[in-house]
């Protein structure tokens, strides 16, 4: 009944092969900077602060852009930062790109429910499509969106991903088990993620019955290649599947499932007024630079450091997504495609309830597999 299991061990060399294969990839994805790397200091609107820009000709100061959150005194013996303050919907566009961006890294299904069995073991190429609301204003938290004119470039309407993924099945800790790793790059970005999932099949093998096979997996990923955000993506799968044979030669194996995901999305440190090195400031106080105001005699010479900030911490982002797909296997090389759609985001941040909203809409993806099975 469970033929799957019959195979002979893949050779450790093609074990070898694969994680090379997805090292590469995600090497390949940090060497390349890009329009889609966060930027989420251009999630604040700038605005014009006199006495910041280097002085003309004859001395008089003059204007400079910064982020309107960064506040500053109105003292007349100088402009040192105060603090940091948000407006009222800064939290609400960092939870709702959190929550689009945590859909795109999140691991795919990209398998039936049947596992690989005990002997089984696959690696494969895989290729992914997401949609992103890109033309919403929580997507100028990207390098390549200019904060000074959010028309003028956006992002594309669709993130695309790359990379390479192993797969194995396994009769210990549980029969009918598996579990997979790999490693995607965000293409046009120097981010990567790296994912992993373990899968228990509760009913498999029965492949002349009318039941189909079913399987409940979970899965992790985390965002890497990035200082702006430590982004990790949990998820429960249930999946249900059934096996045809096409002509004695290949099967067909269509596949259904409903995942639900966790996102956790924690803010790095960032800096709001970067045209400003504070440490150059303090050993050059009376330097006139663009965006750094002169220090006056006796302040703090790092007051600038005043003007780093991270975004508070909010609760978990919960968003839904449903799958619809196939393999089709043919000897020991198989094809998957697979459609996703993850309706839009409701879920409101617990820490501070009137905070922060997801506002993210719905999102579709579209992934292709293919590689060895043995």
């Keep these: 009944m469970a033929f799957f299991r019959t195979r002979p061990a893949a050779p450790r060399r093609l074990l070898v092969v694969a994680l090379a294969t997805g090292a ?4 390949g994805g940090v060497a390349r900077a890009g329009r889609n790397d966060l930027q989420l200091l251009n999630l604040c609107a700038p605005h014009s602060v006199p006495g910041l820009g280097v002085p003309d000709v004859n001395g008089n100061p003059t204007s400079s852009s910064e982020c309107s959150w960064v506040q500053r005194s109105t003292a007349a013996n100088g402009l040192g930062v105060t603090g940091i303050k ?3 919907e800064a939290q609400t566009r960092f939870r709702s ?7 795109v890294v999140a691991p795919r299904l990209q398998t039936p429910a049947d596992t690989l069995g005990y002997a089984g073991f696959q690696f494969s190429a895989e290729l992914g499509v997401t949609k992103i609301n890109s033309g919403r204003d929580y997507w100028n938290g990207v390098a390549g969106v200019d904060p000074a004119n959010t028309a003028a470039a956006r992002p594309s309407s669709y993130l695309m991903t790359v990379g390479g993924f192993v797969r194995k099945g396994l009769w210990l800790p549980l029969p009918a088990f598996e579990f997979g790793a790999g490693a995607l790059n965000i293409v046009g970005s120097r981010m990567y993620v790296v994912q992993g999932y373990a899968k228990i099949a509760l009913q ?45 030669t290949a099967r067909l194996e269509p596949f259904v499932g409903w995942n639900l995901l966790f996102i956790d999305a924690q ?3 960032i800096d709001a007024t970067p045209k400003c090195d504070a440490i150059d400031r303090a050993s050059n106080p009376t330097m006139a630079t663009t965006g750094c105001p002169a220090v006056p005699t006796g302040a703090n010479r790092f007051n600038d450091l005043e003007a780093n900030f991270t975004f508070p911490q909010q609760s978990v982002i919960t968003r839904q997504r449903w799958s619809v797909g196939f393999k089709l296997k043919m000897s020991v090389l198989f094809l998957v495609g697979e459609l996703d759609i993850s309706p839009a985001g409701h879920s409101n941040d617990q820490n501070q309830p009137e905070a922060a909203r997801d506002t993210s809409g719905t999102q579709q993806s579209f992934a292709l597999s293919a590689g060895f099975d043995f």
């Excluded at 790109?97 to 859909?103: D, I, K, T």
């Excluded at 009318?210 to 702006?228: F, I, Y």
């Design 204 to 248: 498999e093998g029965f492949h002349g019955w009318v039941l189909p096979s079913l399987a409940v997996r979970g899965s992790v990923s985390q965002l890497l290649g990035t200082d702006q955000v430590d982004l990790n993506v949990y998820g429960v799968d249930v999946l249900l599947s059934k096996a045809f044979g096409i002509a004695g």
């Design 24 to 27: 590469v990839i995600a090497a």
């Design 86 to 88: 948000f407006d009222p």
């Design 267 to 269: 803010s790095g440190v």
């Design 97 to 103: 790109l959190m929550s689009e961006l945590g859909v």
